[in-house]
Structure formats: C-alpha cells, structure tokens
C-alpha cells in the first residue's frame, strides 16, 4: 500500500513539473495574436500568426484556416522552417534565396523584434517608435517604421514587405 502511494505521489509530481516548466516557457513568449505579411518575389504570405520572442531564439507561425503555413525558427546562425519550404539554412543564406544578399544577417530577427536595423543607421525617434530610411542605390530602398502596435518594413528595390500588426 505504502509502494503504491509513494509511486502516485511521484507520478503527480513529475506531472506538476512538466505543466510548470510549460508555463515558464510561454511566459518568455508573446501571446498576442498578429497580423502578418510576407510578401517577397519568391513567396507571399498575409494571415493570422504569432511572433514569438525568446531570449535566444525568434519564431514566426502564420495560419491560414487554423492550419500553419509558414514557420520560421531564427536562432543561432540559422533559419529553420517547419512548414515544408525549406528545411534550415545560414541566416546569410536566407537572406541571399528569400530577401536581400545585401542585408546584414540579423535583418529578418531584427524586423520582427521591432528593433533597429543596420546598427541604427538613420533612426529617427517617434512618440511609440521609430523611423529609419536607408538607401544603398541598386541594392535597397528601406522604409522602416516601428510603433507600438505595428512594425513595417519595405524595401522597393527587392519587392519586399514585411508587417507585422497587433489585432
């Protein structure tokens, strides 16, 4: 009788754990639900998603339906997708296939945090955000703006949009 309490007892234990090590994970996490756009000359997405954001590691999921269509795992180096069109790949190497190869490595990242690219070339502060324009003459045309509820980024010489919008 003893035997068997003792074994409830750690079954109920390591099922508490699990729950609370899940709990702590979310927690690093941004919940809201967006917005999201990704339209570059080799793929186009524009539906519901999330942007998560953890200390190392930023992941993107956009559904359409409740289905996942695009996910996207930066961490470390590299770009992983979960939803079929590639498997990982070098954050330089994204860059090159999906955006710009004239983009710093960090660019995708740093879009979706809302932080500033290009070390802060060109930031201009806003009320809830900021500001930057940044023109390399037959490479890229940037505008970038985040505010507290929105990120937008458009590059006219590459054909890209990023947005990311809170709903």
């Known amino acids: ?40 000359p080799v793929f186009r997405y524009a539906d519901q998603g999330f942007v998560y954001k953890g200390s190392s590691t930023t992941k993107i999921e956009i559904y359409s339906s409740g289905v996942v269509v695009m996910k996207l795992d930066i961490a470390k180096g590299k770009v992983c997708n979960g939803s079929g069109l590639f498997s ?15 983009y710093p490595d960090d660019m995708l990242e740093k879009i979706f945090r809302g932080e500033a690219i290009f070390t802060g070339k060109n930031l201009i502060k806003k009320d809830k955000g900021f500001v930057q324009k940044i023109t390399l003459a037959g490479s890229y ?24 919008k809170d709903v």
């Open 1 to 40: 009788m003893k035997k068997r309490y003792i074994i409830l007892l750690s079954l109920v234990a390591i099922l508490l754990s699990g729950c609370i090590t899940s709990q702590n994970t979310h927690q690093q996490r941004d919940q809201k639900s967006k917005f999201i756009v990704m339209k570059t």
């Open 141 to 164: 045309n940037i505008d970038y703006t985040v505010l507290s509820d929105s990120i937008v980024f458009r590059d006219t010489v590459s054909n890209i949009l990023i947005k990311v």
């Open 88 to 102: 990982c790949m070098s954050k330089k190497e994204f860059n090159k296939r999906y955006l710009s190869a004239s």
